[in-house]
């Protein structure tokens, strides 16, 4: 645990394009590492571009991307999540279902009271048996966020969370709030966008692109 | 007397007696059949005992035709007085029909074997018993290809009505095609040729498997009604 | 508020032609098809003449309406999914029109180009001029049928769980009719018969659609939509 | 102008299940008429749903339906807009062409000024002739809810927006809001749903599902 | 953190036969695509028999290959687009042994039950039973050699505008060994010679694939994805 404490995650002169259109060019960040990120900035700024970036989704054209203390790439690819905005779930099968394979996918044990008791945290375990094409959208996002909320999840060092509460009522938007602190006193990073006024976590970094 | 029976509960409680009685006169009639068709018909000249397929054969044939015909009029029913029993007949229905146009091929072939020295032929006959085969397919697919199954009963009354349309017109443009290579018919002994003591079982089998399929609809009948009670009591718990 | 029928046409063929334009996947996907098809077919059958001339005009016919079977069911998903089909249940005009259009477009810009290959193909195999000129005709004709039925299926199968999944099955038997005039009009030229009672045929078959389908399609998408 | 005043909306003793799901039954609500309507409720209890069911899109089982005083169907279809969570604009024709072509759908002119000015009050003129493809999530919204932002669209009597707000930017929202309240000021009817805890508008009426 | 592979290849197994079994569609298609060249074939050569048994060979691998070649190029689109693909790429266990288990998955469960098509279809088109018991041989093997070049295609056009647009195209040339060798088999059982070296060669061809395939996907799935 302690040694996510000299971890650090930092964008070095980064130019980026997407198709033909230069989105970053000589982009310097420095992130709260462990801490909380917020990354703000208008529509078309390059949010979520940035995120897909740090999770290796898309190809930085210069520069260097340092992710938490210079770990190998496929010691990083395991020990992250992107959440992204849209629902990456499969519609053909049930929520449950999703979940288990996602979890089996990483290495994980996928045991039905695992994935139970994380949907009843964000108040779904209901709808666990839906097909997720019958699932309203803030259900799907619950859904999706409960990746975050197993026990593994919790020991990895960084969650990249694009736009994580939109479509989430009251109290689902709570639930995550706790659980984003829960990992952040873990030690953990967290980089999430948002286009919210008001933040109410305590201690975190804003990013304006 | 439709508009009676159409109420499902009423119609429970009519079929309830008559129920036991048709499937023993569809037993009766059909053990006699396939005793006289079997043991107390004359061979053909010609065919010998393979004949007796046709006992089954043209029964399956008349009916896999006649059940696709009565699913068409009960969608019309459906579609213009939108009474879901009307949909319920035709559904149960469906998979006995599939069953008959399957069988009649089944039998066919095993008859053209012998016969003809091949278990398939393309010719008219055939072929639009295998389209019709495909159109029951069709209607059993889509009328269950939907999440929720009562939205797949008006698409399905659709296809079942279009396929009417089209069956005279597949049967008598493959017909019609078919002259210009085919001979003439391979079956040999059709219409009033047929021979009385031929002709007595087969109207024997006949009306054992109008009986028998009246029991199975009447069967898939109640059981489609008792899935649609299930289902509206579902619903109302939520 | 004054509706404009003129822009509601324009607007509409306008979007059909750029979509198809945009995804050329599609016609691509038919004529790699057909390619895939004749050239299979002489490595199969062995490179023997006399066999070939035999079946050669069936092949192309095979892979032409193979081909285009699997474009036809797909008409209208895309729209679904993208929410167009809303839109024009939405618009003033009426749907059944919307759908005529439609298939016309569709059978336009992504059918009737393929006539071209018919005669490539043909001289491929040895077929004779006059049976190529008549199937380019009972393939445009026919073609036309094709979309129609196709129009229907697709319809008809739009909301189902896993699309598709039974329109192929649905539009086989409805296409016979079609199938079996177009032939019919072949077999009579090779054996110099008169063609046109059955090009006749043909042409009230497709006549019949064009007034059926877009009425079929149409109730069967709003069924399909306010579900 | 005037006769809208009279309107009025009005669900009287709905029923709606879909799949074998019952969302609603003996529901009852009067809707603000001309005015804004906030829905509100938790995720998936129907927000949607009702608003898809309000534009016809879903078919109630029981009850009736008062959409503005009595309009006959055709008439209701071509005096709404239906503005859904996702976007509906086709990935393959540039943000322009889909505007262009949604108008003529409805019967309007579609002359690409009219189609710039709208783009440019959202801020978004410079992504014309993006594929929607090739947008990101916030400037496909801006692009649908431009949809909102002609002179025809001011002229209709009601506006269905489900979750409006997500993805948008601080000016996003800001303009959003403005031609609401100019639409509620030509005597519009808005029905909205929304998770935000604060409403930045005058006058509105919350329903709670 | 420990990981489990074990859990890796069940969830992977789990998902890929779901999927399968969820969208049954794929393999109704095939099914009916090929119910659908079978039946058209005579109805355009027209019934005679000895038009029909010089091709009904050819007609059941027509209708086989043809049926599944749609199929085949998109064994990773719908992933792709549901972030699947992403999640095995985020996954401890090789992209590439992901890879070869789908294909396998794939050839398993929606290839190799299509093989009770075969000898049905070839009763109804009179072919020789000595025949049809090698076809449906050549046709188990043949088709995972099928599956490993689809994945190639399918891979190689995964980031491309329009997907599909050339896959076919690409299928088809890679795919002509296997069909050439497949060819030799029957037709040396046809005239009486030994149909062993041709299956040798048949094998070799889909044990190299077997090697090349998932280097290639895998390669251009992950510049696919990091794009
Ligand atoms: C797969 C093969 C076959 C199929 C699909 C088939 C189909 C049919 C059909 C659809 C009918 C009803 C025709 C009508 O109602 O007009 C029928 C009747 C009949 N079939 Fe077959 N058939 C097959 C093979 C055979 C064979 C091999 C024979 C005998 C050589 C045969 C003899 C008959 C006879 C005698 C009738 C009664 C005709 C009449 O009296 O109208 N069938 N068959
Ligand atoms: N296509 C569908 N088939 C069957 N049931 C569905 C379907 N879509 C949604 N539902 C169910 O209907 C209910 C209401 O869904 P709806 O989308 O209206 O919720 P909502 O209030 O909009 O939720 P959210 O705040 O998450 O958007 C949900 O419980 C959902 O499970
Ligand atoms: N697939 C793509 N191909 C080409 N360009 C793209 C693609 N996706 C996005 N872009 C461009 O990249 C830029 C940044 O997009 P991105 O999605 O990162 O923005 P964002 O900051 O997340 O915006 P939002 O707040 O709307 O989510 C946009 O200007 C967009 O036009
Ligand atoms: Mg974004
Ligand atoms: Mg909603």
């Known amino acids: ?209 | 007397m439709i508009n009676y029976l159409a109420n499902p509960n009423r119609f429970l409680n009519f079929i309830k007696p008559i129920e036991f009685s048709i499937g023993v006169f569809s037993f009766l009639f059909i053990f006699i059949g396939l005793y006289l068709s079997l043991f107390n018909s004359p061979e053909d000249y010609q065919q010998g005992d393979t004949v007796r397929i046709m006992y089954i054969h043209v029964p399956f044939a008349w009916f896999a035709s006649f059940l696709y015909f009565s699913i068409s009029i009960a969608s019309i029913f459906f579609l213009i007085w939108k009474h879901p029993f009307a949909d319920i007949i035709a559904r149960s229905i469906a998979p006995l029909g599939l069953i008959f146009s399957i069988l009649t091929i089944l039998t066919g072939s095993l008859w053209g074997k012998p016969m003809w020295g091949t278990w398939w032929v393309w010719d008219a006959r055939l072929t639009s018993m295998l389209i019709l085969c495909i159109f029951y397919f069709a209607y059993i697919g889509i009328s269950n290809a939907f999440p929720r199954k009562i939205d797949g009963s008006k698409p399905a009354a659709i296809l079942a009505i279009v396929g009417m349309i089209n069956l005279p017109i597949i049967k008598f443009s493959v017909d019609w095609w078919n002259t210009l290579h085919q001979p003439a018919s391979i079956i040999r002994f059709d219409g009033p040729s047929i021979n009385q003591e031929m002709l007595i079982p087969l109207v024997i089998m006949l009306l054992g498997f109008l009986f028998m399929s009246i029991f199975i609809i009447l069967i898939n009948i109640k059981t489609n009604l008792i899935c649609k009670k299930y289902q509206s009591e579902i619903l109302k718990l939520g | 508020m004054n509706i404009n029928f003129k822009n509601i046409l324009i607007a509409l063929i306008e979007k059909e032609f750029k979509s198809y334009l945009r995804s050329i996947n599609n016609f691509m996907n038919m004529i790699v098809f057909m390619i895939a098809i004749i050239i299979l077919f002489p490595l199969t059958v062995g490179p023997s003449e006399e066999k070939l001339t035999l079946v050669s005009n069936a092949i192309v016919w095979i892979a032409l309406i193979v081909s285009i079977i699997p474009t036809l069911d797909k008409i209208y998903i895309s729209d679904f999914k993208n929410g167009w089909l809303e839109q024009y249940y939405y618009s003033p005009l009426l749907l059944e029109i919307i759908i005529l259009i439609k298939c016309f477009v569709f059978w336009f810009f992504l059918i009737i180009p393929l006539t071209i290959f018919i005669p490539i193909f043909s001289i491929l195999l040895n077929i004779p001029f006059l049976i190529i000129f008549w199937n380019i005709i009972i393939f445009a004709i026919g073609s036309l049928g094709f979309c129609l039925i196709g129009s229907i299926c697709s319809s008809l199968t739009l909301g189902t769980k896993s699309n598709n999944l039974i329109s192929p099955l649905l539009i086989l038997p409805l296409a016979i009719p079609i199938f079996i005039f177009g032939n019919g009009v072949v077999e009579a030229v090779k054996s110099n018969y008169d063609p046109l009672p059955n090009l006749y045929l043909l042409i009230t078959v497709c006549l019949i659609l064009l007034i059926i389908s877009p009425l079929i399609s149409a109730y069967s998408i709003k069924i399909a939509l306010t579900k």
């Open chain 1, 1 to 209: 645990m302690k040694s996510r404490l000299k971890d650090n995650m930092i964008l070095k002169n980064i130019s980026l394009t997407r198709g033909l259109k230069t989105i970053f060019s000589n982009l310097n960040i420095e992130f709260l590492c462990p801490g909380l990120n917020i990354i703000k900035g208008e529509n078309g700024s390059g949010k979520t571009s940035l995120l897909m970036m740090i999770s290796t989704l898309l190809l930085e054209d210069r520069g260097t991307i340092i992710r938490l203390g210079k770990l190998k790439k496929n010691d990083w690819l395991n020990e992250h999540i992107l959440i992204k905005q849209n629902s990456s779930l499969s519609d053909e099968l049930t929520i449950e279902e999703n979940l288990k394979i996602w979890c089996g996918l990483r290495g994980w044990d996928f045991n039905t009271d695992k994935i139970e008791k994380s949907l009843k945290n964000f108040g779904i375990l209901k709808y666990k048996n839906f097909l997720v094409s019958e699932c309203s959208s803030g259900i799907k996002k619950k859904a999706e966020l409960s990746k975050l909320n197993f026990d593994e999840s919790f020991k990895l060092k960084c969650w990249l969370l694009d736009e994580p509460l939109n479509h989430l009522d009251e109290n689902g938007k709570l639930f995550l709030k706790k659980i984003m602190d829960k990992f952040i006193n873990m030690n953990g990073t967290i980089l999430q966008t948002s286009h919210e006024k008001k933040i109410n976590h305590k201690n975190f970094k804003i990013i304006k692109l």
